[in-house]
Nanobody, 124 residues
Framework: QVQLVESGGGLVQAGGSLRLSCANSGRTFVHYVMAWFRQAPGKEREFVAAISWNSISTYFADSVKGRFTISRDNAKNTVYLQMNSLKPEDTAVYYC?????????????????WGQGTLVTVSS
């Protein structure tokens, strides 16, 4: 089982950038699909981005496409979310998640392991 811990959240002005990290302290996540989700106050958790185990493939929510990138370093057991051109509507708690082999899904229920989340606040 992977054990995920996010970091890197904070307060940033609109147009700025942040890089989130998700470190795994459990078993290696080399075979896992890794993803980022976010949840804004009063809203449901929504998919942001995902990356295949070998970093060859990624997919993104339309709302972040072209602004966010996802990457991973399996040797460091860490996945990253680089967020550029941030907007106030990107404000949310960002969660790292893992699933074993279910590629292409955007549904939170398909991810069995979650971190505790890190808050990103984008001011206008």
């Amino acid at each position: 089982q992977v054990q995920l811990v996010e970091s890197g959240g904070g307060l940033v002005q609109a147009g700025g950038s942040l890089r989130l990290s998700c470190a795994n302290s459990g078993r290696t996540f080399v075979h896992y699909v890794m993803a980022w989700f976010r949840q804004a106050p009063g809203k449901e958790r929504e998919f942001v981005a995902a990356i295949s185990w070998n970093s060859i493939s990624t997919y993104f929510a339309d709302s972040v496409k072209g602004r966010f990138t996802i990457s991973r370093d399996n040797a460091k057991n860490t996945v990253y979310l680089q967020m550029n051109s941030l907007k106030p509507e990107d404000t949310a708690v960002y969660y790292c998640a893992a699933n074993l082999g279910n590629w292409g899904t955007r549904e939170p229920v398909d991810f069995g392991s979650w971190g505790q989340g890190t808050l990103v606040t984008v001011s206008s």
